[in-house]
């Protein structure tokens, strides 16, 4: 999402946020790790804040605004970052069973990734555009 001349990598739908706001008041501040793959998929996985510990191999891709006064944020495995950098991410909320692991799972609904490949101004502005 563009917001006033500075380009961000991750953004949250408005059901999302509904639903983030909604665990928040449940569990504290949360946050975001983008699951590479094994137990649950691919899914973003949400934690209270200090439940999952992000090391030097975790990347920081943004922070979220759900209309709380504290933004939530969003970090991927560096490994996995090497093949995602070239793609903007969306959080959004779809009906279904949540990641075991998450704190939406007895919610009934989850939490997925919509992508989309950068434009070339994003491209230019994260320094991935070709150079001539």
């Known amino acids: 999402?563009?917001?006033?001349?500075?380009?961000?990598r991750v953004d949250v739908t408005d059901a999302a946020a509904s639903l983030v706001r909604d665990l928040t008041a449940q569990h504290g501040p949360l946050m975001f790790h983008q699951s590479g793959g094994c137990c649950d998929g691919s899914s973003p996985m949400c934690y209270p804040v200090g439940m999952f510990l992000t090391g030097p191999g975790d990347v920081l891709?943004?922070?979220?605004?759900?209309?709380?006064?504290?933004?939530v944020e969003v970090y991927m495995s560096e490994s996995q970052f090497e093949y995602w950098k070239y793609t903007h991410l969306a959080i959004d909320v779809v009906p279904?069973?949540?990641a075991g692991f998450s704190v939406e799972g007895p919610t009934g609904m989850r939490f997925l990734i919509r992508s989309r490949m950068l434009?070339?101004?994003?491209?230019?502005?994260f320094g991935l555009a070709?150079?001539?």
């Open 1 to 8: 999402m563009v917001s006033i001349g500075t380009y961000q």
């Open 61 to 71: 891709l943004g922070t979220l605004d759900v209309g709380l006064a504290q933004s």
């Open 96 to 98: 279904g069973r949540g």
């Open 119 to 125: 434009n070339d101004a994003e491209l230019e502005y």
């Open 130 to 132: 070709a150079k001539n």
